[in-house]
């Protein structure tokens, strides 16, 4: 597919663009709605790249839906629809935002990403080299790379709205959102692991580690919201041919990371281009995992 074809931003007529982050674009609707659109953008190193990769925002909200729905027996989230024809003007005719776009519930949004890590690798595996611990927990000696961790461990960041996030105490993590909030947010964090990771052992998928993001609505319920457990927000393992001791083989936005790394580019902007066959690769990643998760095909135009 051409990268022409991919949607890299939005600007809706007669609509109010709140806010573009590095993925996405988000739109007010009125007092109690947001409509977040999933760009083709991709980011890695804290920089966006000039390359889109086709597909991509069909592919993350398509699978954040399917999340939504399995884990809402755990959690309610914002998710209101992404079926266009239920948007309201001027959101409803605009092609661009078909597939791609999620009518949610506007919400106070926790300063924090709600970490779960199961087992040991990126800035986990870094930091037991470095000190034998992982965010403050204390891990046995000998593990190698991608070892799964006896029990999966809650690793709060802070949400850094630019630069990189940074992990943080349970105190420092009690002391943003609250202590009641605080043991709320990590045992659901990690109840949403465990059952999204048995799921996807299932059907060959490894999780590794993900993060999660809550808000708070207007009638106080906590609320899972942004996205959820895609191959940009998560580690997607292929558990066939899972072996501890190096990097895995991943569908997830890693391959992208392990290709920059190979460069002569100190991770600033502005971000290299990338070329056809790692846009392409990637692609292919992000619509297998979509398509073993789910079990079902997804049409990319």
Same mark, same amino acid.
């Given at each position: 597919?051409?990268?022409?074809?991919? *949607?890299?931003?939005?600007?809706?007529?007669?609509?109010?663009?709140?806010?573009?982050?590095?993925?996405?674009?988000?739109?007010?609707?009125?007092?109690?709605?947001?409509?977040?659109?999933?760009?083709?953008?991709?980011?890695?190193?804290?920089? *966006? @790249?000039?390359?889109?990769?086709?597909?991509?925002?069909?592919?993350?909200?398509?699978?954040?839906?399917?999340? @939504?729905?399995?884990?809402?027996?755990?959690?309610?989230?914002?998710? #209101?629809?992404?079926?266009?024809?239920?948007?309201?003007?001027?959101?409803?005719?605009?092609?661009?935002?078909?597939?791609?776009?999620?009518? *949610?519930?506007?919400?106070?949004?926790?300063?924090?990403?709600?970490?779960?890590? $199961?087992?040991?690798?990126?800035?986990?595996?870094?930091? /037991?080299?470095?000190?034998?611990?992982?965010?403050?927990?204390?891990?046995?000696? $000998?593990?190698?790379?991608?070892?799964?961790?006896?029990?999966?461990?809650?690793?709060?960041?802070?949400?850094?709205?630019?630069?990189?996030?940074?992990?943080?105490?349970?105190?420092? @993590?009690?002391?943003?959102? $609250?202590?009641?909030? =605080? =043991? /709320?947010?990590? +045992?659901?964090?990690?109840?949403?692991?465990?059952?999204?990771?048995?799921? +996807?052992?299932?059907?060959? #998928?490894?999780? +590794?580690?993900?993060?999660?993001?809550?808000?708070?609505?207007?009638?106080?319920?906590?609320?899972? #919201? %942004?996205?959820?457990?895609?191959?940009?927000?998560?580690? @997607?393992? %292929?558990?066939?041919? /899972?072996?501890? $001791?190096?990097?895995?083989?991943?569908?997830?936005?890693?391959?992208?990371?392990?290709?920059?790394?190979?460069?002569?580019?100190?991770?600033?902007?502005?971000?290299?281009?990338?070329?056809?066959?790692?846009?392409? +690769?990637?692609?292919?990643?992000?619509?297998?995992?979509?398509?073993?998760?789910?079990?079902?095909?997804?049409?990319? %135009?």
């Amino acid at each position: 597919m051409n990268s022409s074809q991919a *949607v890299v931003r939005t600007d809706i007529e007669n609509a109010d663009l709140v806010h573009r982050g590095k993925v996405r674009d988000v739109y007010s609707v009125d007092d109690d709605r947001l409509l977040l659109v999933a760009s083709d953008r991709i980011s890695a190193f804290d920089c *966006v @790249f000039p390359t889109p990769i086709p597909g991509k925002g069909k592919i993350l909200t398509a699978l954040s839906a399917f999340w @939504f729905s399995k884990l809402a027996d755990i959690t309610p989230n914002h998710l #209101i629809s992404i079926d266009q024809e239920k948007f309201p003007e001027p959101f409803r005719n605009v092609s661009e935002l078909n597939g791609r776009s999620s009518l *949610v519930k506007k919400t106070e949004v926790f300063p924090v990403e709600c970490v779960v890590r $199961g087992y040991l690798e990126g800035s986990g595996w870094k930091d /037991y080299l470095a000190t034998g611990k992982v965010c403050g927990y204390s891990l046995p000696p $000998g593990l190698k790379q991608c070892d799964r961790l006896l029990d999966p461990i809650f690793t709060p960041a802070t949400k850094a709205a630019t630069g990189h996030d940074e992990n943080i105490t349970g105190l420092e @993590f009690k002391s943003v959102v $609250g202590s009641e909030t =605080a =043991a /709320y947010l990590k +045992a659901t964090s990690l109840e949403i692991f465990d059952k999204a990771s048995k799921y +996807a052992l299932e059907r060959g #998928i490894i999780i +590794a580690d993900t993060k999660f993001e809550f808000g708070i609505d207007k009638d106080g319920e906590i609320l899972l #919201i %942004d996205e959820v457990l895609t191959p940009d927000s998560s580690r @997607f393992w %292929d558990a066939s041919k /899972y072996e501890p $001791g190096h990097a895995q083989p991943s569908f997830d936005k890693q391959f992208v990371r392990e290709y920059l790394e190979t460069l002569d580019w100190d991770k600033t902007p502005p971000a290299p281009p990338l070329p056809e066959h790692i846009v392409d +690769a990637t692609r292919e990643r992000y619509l297998s995992a979509f398509e073993i998760l789910t079990g079902k095909k997804l049409e990319i %135009d």
